[in-house]
């Protein structure tokens, strides 16, 4: 099994994207990317609701509705958007890019879960193996990958276009 000062390691290790937080969440139930704005994500937990700026790190609280059976939410920090959410009990995120990343999410019979993010290189770097993770995915433009388990929620960002071009360049 992965710890989850593992699981950061590995994430640390794909080539083009970076780590933008990892943190607790008490009582998870749904998450969601905007679609307007790709770089925000809502959290909806038992105890509260919030939105993350996914470039940031930065949360902040925010009043939500939501249908469970319709998986969608709106929110007053996002508002005039039916946010498409997903969690341990239904709904899904994208788990190919878009851009030629993907994630491969195998589980065994015992409940282990193995997933490997596979790069636009084709280069795997296994991110997760653990008791189940409640839900992973892309955001819809694929810049931002979440996963949420037990442990909390990890959030990366594919790096700027900038930065890896002056990567290429001073190396």
């Known amino acids: 099994m992965m710890s ?3 699981c950061i390691e590995a994430y640390k290790k794909i080539n083009d994207w970076e ?4 943190f607790s969440v008490g009582g998870f139930e749904w998450l969601g990317f905007s679609k307007e704005k790709p770089n ?6 038992s105890q509260k609701t919030t939105i993350l700026n996914c470039d940031s790190g930065e949360i902040k609280e ?7 059976q319709e998986f969608i939410a709106i ?17 899904n995120l994208p788990l190919i890019s878009g851009k030629g990343e ?25 991110i ?14 694929g810049n931002y990958f979440v996963l949420a388990d037990d442990g909390g929620i990890v959030i990366i960002k594919r790096k700027s276009q900038k930065n890896a071009i002056s990567k290429w360049i001073f190396v």
């Open 128 to 141: 997760y193996y653990n008791y189940s993770a409640y839900i992973c995915g892309f955001s819809y433009d």
């Open 75 to 91: 929110c007053d920090g996002l508002s005039n958007e039916q946010i498409t959410i997903a969690g341990q009990y239904g709904g």
């Open 102 to 126: 993907q994630v491969i999410i195998q589980e065994t019979k015992e409940h282990i879960m193995t997933i490997t993010f596979v790069s636009i290189s084709g280069e795997k770097t296994i």
């Open 19 to 22: 780590l933008v937080t990892s």
């Open 40 to 45: 925000k994500m809502i959290c909806i937990s």
């Open 4 to 6: 989850i000062t593992e």
């Open 62 to 68: 925010c009043n939500a509705d939501y249908d469970e």
